[in-house]
């Protein structure tokens, strides 16, 4: 049987500074955010009933917000207790948080001067993104822009438009993820999730430019360090693919998710992916 609507759940929602009944969270349909795509959003998990980075990301929903121009009404110490309430009232032991803020219904038209800004907090239960030990993954047709042409860093809604055209044009061509390459040709990230490879026993990453800097891409990079693995993050460009020892990715739902292919070239997932899968998998639990 499917799970049940996002909208038809027992529960709460906090919104708006209130903890409200699941089915209640609503919104109108001429909020501004819908029509112009300027929410921003997170995602974290919950492990033993704890979030891990929490004010990690509510800073980061609050800079994603200002990147669009737009200050929120809570801090992050704020942010964090409303997470830690939400996740507590929701019973949740393990799953996944997400914030969303957004601009209301006081205006139409592309100017949002005049909206009023407004958070909510969902928290359910999630489990693991991909089934599969390694997934396969394709190149996407769609770039990562400029960030002349993008608030690059911000994770805003708007900008998840390409992603979910990748991840539907390649799940339709039977691959879990796309991988995006950026407006300059260079490889960026997967359409949820930072990418990494293995390059003679060094763990490579692109630079910040136009993708989302993850908490788990610094994370990981962390651990990589203290593994004594050298970390270089550098424009790294589809010819190198070919020389890749291991690829995975990063991201709070993917977690750290080994690549088994891109389009038709396979890896293995090799000692370096392992190693950092089990060192994040029980850092989240520490
Ligand atoms: C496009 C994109 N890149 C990267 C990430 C990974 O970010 P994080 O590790 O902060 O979850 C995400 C997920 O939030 C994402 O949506």
């Not at 699941?22 to 979030?51: C, I, M, P, Q």
């Not at 030990?133 to 390409?162: D, F, M, N, Q």
Request: charged share 25%.
């Amino acid at each position: 049987m499917n799970a049940p609507p996002l909208d038809d759940r027992d529960g709460v929602i906090w919104l708006n500074g209130k903890l409200v009944p699941w089915r209640d969270a609503k919104v109108h349909v001429l909020t501004h955010s819908l029509h112009y795509g300027n929410a921003v959003f997170e995602g974290d998990r919950v492990y033993n009933g704890k979030v891990f980075k929490l004010s990690e990301h509510s800073a980061r929903l609050i800079r994603s917000a200002k990147m669009l121009a737009y200050d929120l009404p809570y801090s992050v110490a704020e942010l964090d207790a409303a997470t830690k309430l939400v996740v507590a009232e929701n019973k949740l032991e393990s799953g996944y948080v997400r914030p969303l803020a957004w601009r209301g219904p006081e205006v139409i038209g592309v100017s949002a001067a005049g909206t009023k800004i407004h958070v909510m907090i969902a928290a359910f239960p999630w489990g693991k993104y991909f089934s599969q030990a390694a997934i396969r993954i394709c190149t996407s047709r769609w770039k990562r822009p400029s960030p002349e042409s993008s608030p690059a860093g911000s994770k805003a809604a708007g900008l998840y438009v390409i992603c979910t055209l990748a991840r539907d044009e390649a799940a339709a061509a039977g691959y879990q993820d796309a991988l995006m390459h950026d407006y300059k040709g260079r490889l960026s990230e997967a359409t949820g999730a930072n990418l990494f490879l293995v390059f003679d026993g060094e763990l490579h990453t692109p630079t910040t430019e136009t993708i989302l800097n993850g908490i788990t891409r610094q994370t990981v990079m962390e651990l990589a360090r203290k593994r004594g693995i050298t970390v270089v993050e550098r424009e790294i460009y589809p010819e190198e693919l070919a020389r890749a020892s291991e690829v995975f990715l990063t991201g709070t739902a993917v977690e750290v998710q080994p690549v088994g292919s891109i389009d038709e070239r396979e890896y293995p997932v090799g000692p370096i992916s392992t190693q950092l899968q089990a060192d994040y998998a029980a850092l989240v639990r520490a």
